[in-house]
Nanobody
Framework: QVQLIESGGGLVQAGGSLRLSCAASGRTFSNYAMGWFRQAPGKEREFVAAITWSGGNTRYADSVKGRFTIDRDDAKNTLYLQMNSLIPEDTAIYYC????????????????WGQGTQVTVSS
């Protein structure tokens, strides 16, 4: 089992940047494919970005392509999401997730989830 703890959220003005972190503990972090999802009030949780266990393949939702970057540091057991050019529509709770299984990383089929970190973008 792996435990995930997100941090780095906060309040930022439109056009600003934030860097989210997801610290993992438990089994070997490097074996897990990782993802970021978000959920805005009254909306379903949606895919944001994912990275494979090797870090060699990344995927992004169309809404964040070119603005967000997912990365991982296996030596630190940490996943990151660099968010630039933030817009009010990015306001949501952001969750990181992990899986060992061969699943579609853009779907909610991860095995482990963090508690989330709030990101609020003001206009």
């Amino acid at each position: 089992q792996v435990q995930l703890i997100e941090s780095g959220g906060g309040l930022v003005q439109a056009g600003g940047s934030l860097r989210l972190s997801c610290a993992a503990s438990g089994r070997t972090f490097s074996n897990y494919a990782m993802g970021w999802f978000r959920q805005a009030p009254g909306k379903e949780r949606e895919f944001v970005a994912a990275i494979t266990w090797s870090g060699g393949n990344t995927r992004y939702a169309d809404s964040v392509k070119g603005r967000f970057t997912i990365d991982r540091d296996d030596a630190k057991n940490t996943l990151y999401l660099q968010m630039n050019s933030l817009i009010p529509e990015d306001t949501a709770i952001y969750y990181c997730a992990a899986t060992l299984r061969l699943v579609n990383l853009e779907q909610l089929k991860y095995d482990y989830w963090g508690q989330g970190t709030q990101v609020t973008v003001s206009s």
